[in-house]
């Protein structure tokens, strides 16, 4: 396990959505090195970003599958179809 991640990247499921989104997302976003929370909704194609700000709050910033993901914390971009490729 992981102590400290600067990025969590997780693919939702319609059985888990509800909790992913909920106590299980509060529960990630108070680890104190985590940078960036990505959740991917396979279903919709929707992409959902949390990036920490310098203050400590949470900016969420929705995407979709034409998108270009950046993701801050492991300096690298992704697209929102190489994302969903495949499906």
Not at 11 to 29: E, M, P
């Amino acid at each position: 396990m992981i102590e400290h991640p600067a990025l969590i990247a997780e693919i939702l499921s319609a059985s888990t959505s509800d909790y992913d989104r909920g106590s299980k997302r509060a529960a990630y976003l108070e680890l104190p090195a985590l940078r960036e929370y990505l959740m991917v909704d396979p279903d919709t194609r929707g992409v959902e970003l949390y990036r920490r700000n310098p203050d400590d709050t949470w900016l969420l910033i929705d995407f979709t599958a034409r998108d270009s993901i950046r993701l801050e914390s492991i300096d690298a971009s992704v697209s929102g179809a190489t994302l969903f490729e495949g499906l």
